[in-house]
């Protein structure tokens, strides 16, 4: 089984919509980070954690918003879906513990507003 | 400006062919510098890392960072199709790694 899962893999869904995307780690890792990739933007944070009570916005986080419902899971929802939020997103998980930062991602969610 | 900016590509070499991938960064407080390889449909998946100045050698991959220039390369020796895949430089800003926009790279037989 992947150590870092994501669903659903790929939504299309219509402008107004609310959407919830999951991502779920077995690697017993602390922190985790919502990414979105954007062709010619490369990747860009939306929101990290670094527990369960920690939660921090990151480059892009408006039209955003995260849970940390456990160490092992943190959801990206998008409350009012626009186009310009159609985009391959990524959920990623660290350990803290190291002296530098290795990120370990999901699959991807390939996300489409219309 | 982004802190970190990279070459788009796409990048097209023949199998065999040396590659050499750059970018710049702007903060010189970055210490730890990343390359991640990210195949088509998939998540990016880290290549190699380097503390602060200097060369890391991993098999044909090598990293090198120069912090007087703010400029961090990887190169692939005898380059193979199955290195066809895009690659991100990323420097580490404490809490969050900064990404430049990847390169596309192409291997051709």
């Known amino acids: 089984d992947a150590d870092v899962t994501q669903t659903p893999r790929n939504r299309i869904t219509k402008t107004g919509k609310r959407i919830m995307l999951e991502c779920s780690q077995t690697?017993?890792?602390?922190?985790m980070y919502w990414y979105r990739q954007d062709p010619g933007l490369g990747l860009r944070l939306i929101y990290y954690?670094?527990?369960?009570?920690?939660?921090n916005k990151g480059e892009i986080s408006d039209g955003y918003s995260v849970s940390r419902q456990a160490q092992a899971k943190f959801s990206l929802s998008l409350e009012s879906a626009i186009p310009n939020q159609t985009a391959l997103y990524f959920c990623?998980?660290?350990?803290?513990?190291?002296?530098?930062?290795?990120?370990?991602f999901g699959p991807g969610t390939r996300l489409t507003v219309l | 400006q982004k802190e970190v900016e990279q070459d788009p590509g796409p990048l097209s070499v023949p199998e065999g062919a040396i590659v050499s991938l750059n970018c710049t960064y702007s903060?010189?407080?970055?210490?730890?510098f990343m390359w991640y390889r990210q195949y088509s449909r998939k998540g990016p998946e880290l290549l190699m890392y380097?503390?602060?100045?200097g060369n890391k050698e991993d098999g044909r991959f090598t990293a090198q960072v120069d912090k007087s220039s703010k400029y961090i390369s990887l190169f692939i020796r005898d380059s193979q199709p199955s290195d066809s895949a895009t690659y991100l430089c990323?420097?580490?800003?404490?809490?969050?790694?900064?990404f430049g926009t990847g390169t596309r790279l192409q291997v051709f037989p």
């Open positions: 903060n010189s407080a970055f210490q730890y």
């Open positions: 380097t503390y602060s100045s």
């Open positions: 990623a998980t660290a350990s803290g513990r190291n002296s530098y930062n290795e990120q370990f």
């Open positions: 990323a420097a580490d800003n404490t809490d969050k790694l900064i």
């Open positions: 690697k017993g890792h602390d922190r």
């Open positions: 954690s670094f527990d369960v009570k920690d939660i």
